[in-house]
Each structure stands twice: as structure tokens, then as C-alpha cells.
């Protein structure tokens, strides 16, 4: 496959030809058409024709390897361009004059354009500028590759998963809110037990694998309470109520396990009832089961 050529690029604006140059230039080289009818640019196209020679002669200078053209190329470059060498000639000095062209000394007294040195620099320094930043960010991307490798080598080794040993001791050491480890806590709690204990007191046939009443059962024991404590609430709870038969109605899981009744039902099982306690309604307690959690 043949390698792709590079095209270099050219700023020109699109209404150059109003520039005031430009218009001096044109009408300059209209008037040299004058007279010339013989030739093959007259007065009414040498003004057009001096536009499109300015931006051909631009576009030599462009892709010249040194950014300029030399004078004694003329000849040939009028032919190529298919106008007289004397307007081509003419052209150039008055571009010269209007300071369209410059002659540069330092390069042997070639043809060239500052505003096309200016504006290929700038490329230049533009392309420099994304390469630079293109390794910069490659350059980035290899050192958090290799801190990622090593952050793995680190973490891999028995000496790096020593603190983390050490905060699992100092976890397993503490105590909970009720006092129970915490893996004890969170021990999976035996629902058939639980509910069946439930049945004994009160006659009923609450279900064990009702999910709504397991993830209640679940949420207190997350909370730090140990499944005696769910057994001593249901007790609680019952030997608050017994001796009132409307009331006996709510020893029922929603009313248990309720966050905001669990606690209390748990400390009346364990000091029995507080002097000047108030009754709680059957209202207060007959909620949904979506404020179980």
C-alpha cells in the first residue's frame, strides 16, 4: 500500500481579494493589460489573473523546502503558471513594493512570505506542543500501570495483610450494644424456633418462611440484638398483653418486631412493667408491614 503524501496547508482567507493590498495589486496589474491585446492576459483579466498568480506564487513558497522561491525560477514558473514572464515579473515587484513578498538575505536572496513563515511556525509549535503532550499522557498511562502492578505485588504479600489482620482481632474483641460478638449477632437466625415460640404462647399458626416476618427478625438482630432477644421480646410482648383480650390481639409479629416496639416488649420481659406506664391503642400499634424495618 502506497504511504499517504503529507499535504501542507495554506491560510487564506476567504475575502483576501478585499484586502487593500490586494485591490492595489489587482488594479495595478489591470493597468499593465492595458495595451496588451496581443497578450494573453488583457486589461480585463489581468486583474483576476494577478490574484490567482499571487496565491500560486504563496503555495510554491509553501511547499518549497525552505520556504522560499528563487528568483531566477521565474521563467519557468511563468510558464507554469501560463501568464507572461514580463507580468509574472511585474507582479513580483509590486508585491515587493506593497510588502506582499519579502527578498530574504539570510537565504540567498530568495522570494518569501513572513506571513507563511509566521503561520508554518505556528503549525510547527502547535504539532510539537500535542506530541509532547501525546508522550506526556503515555508517559502517565506506564506510571499508573506500574503502581497498579505494584500495588498488587504489595498487597499479594503476607506482610501487607498484617493491618488488616490486626483490625479483624481488634473487631472480633469488641462487644456489641447487647453484648454479643459481633459474628454472633449475625448469626443466621432459626425462624422455626423463633415463630414457633410465638404459636406456643399465643395458639396461632404464624408462618415461618413469611418473608416480611423474616426480614423484620433479621433487621433487629443487624441492629445487634441476639435471637434470645427475639425470643424475650415475644415473651415480653405476650406477658404485657395476656390479661387483656383485646389487646392480645396485636401478639403478632408486625406488632413484635417493629423497631419501635421491639425494645420495649424486650425490657418489660426482663424488669416487667415501669409504674405509670401508659396503655398503648390498638391504633398506635395496628400499622403496615412496611414500618417493620
Known amino acids: 500500500m502506497a504511504r499517504k503524501k503529507t499535504v501542507a496547508y495554506l491560510n487564506h482567507d476567504a475575502d483576501s481579494y478585499l484586502a487593500d493590498k490586494m485591490v492595489a495589486l489587482m488594479d495595478h496589474m489591470a493597468d499593465w493589460g492595458d495595451g496588451q491585446e496581443d497578450s494573453v492576459l488583457s486589461r480585463s483579466l489581468a486583474g483576476a489573473g494577478a490574484y490567482g498568480a499571487y496565491w500560486m506564487l504563496c503555495e510554491k513558497i509553501r511547499i518549497s523546502d525552505n520556504l522560499g522561491i ?22 513580483v515587484d509590486k508585491a515587493l513594493e506593497l510588502d506582499l513578498f519579502q527578498v530574504d538575505g539570510d537565504k540567498s536572496g530568495l522570494l518569501v512570505s513572513e506571513r507563511i ?18 508522550l506526556k499522557r503515555w508517559e502517565n498511562v506506564n506510571k499508573v500501570s506500574q503502581e497498579e502492578k505494584s500495588k498488587e505485588l504489595s498487597t499479594s504479600s503476607p506482610r501487607a495483610n498484617a493491618p488488616k489482620r490486626e483490625r479483624e482481632r481488634e473487631r472480633d474483641k469488641k462487644k456489641s450494644i447487647v453484648g454479643q460478638e459481633p459474628d454472633a449477632a449475625k448469626k443466621k437466625p432459626d425462624f422455626e424456633k423463633i415463630i414457633g415460640h410465638l404459636n406456643s404462647l399465643t395458639g396461632a399458626a404464624y408462618r415461618a418462611d413469611s418473608r416480611a416476618t423474616k426480614d423484620a427478625i433479621k433487621a433487629r438482630m443487624n441492629e445487634g440484638y441476639s435471637e434470645q432477644d427475639v425470643l424475650d421480646a415475644i415473651s415480653g410482648c405476650y406477658e404485657q398483653k395476656k ?3 383485646e389487646q392480645l390481639q396485636y401478639v403478632r409479629p408486625s406488632t413484635i418486631f417493629r423497631a419501635s416496639n421491639f425494645e420495649n416488649y424486650l425490657q418489660f420481659h426482663k424488669t416487667g412493667p415501669r409504674t405509670g406506664s401508659r396503655k398503648v391503642s390498638p391504633e398506635e400499634l395496628d400499622n403496615d408491614m412496611e414500618h417493620l424495618l
Not at 511563468?78 to 501568464?83: D, I, Q, T
Not at 509566521?118 to 501525546?134: C, E, L, P, S, T
Open 70 to 91: 528563487r528568483m531566477d525560477l521565474y521563467p519557468s514558473l511563468a510558464r507554469s503558471f501560463g501568464v507572461p514572464r514580463g507580468f509574472l515579473i511585474e507582479l
Open 117 to 134: 513563515s509566521r503561520d508554518y511556525q505556528k503549525m510547527q509549535d502547535i504539532h510539537d506542543a500535542r506530541r509532547r503532550g501525546g
Open 243 to 245: 390479661n387483656d383480650p
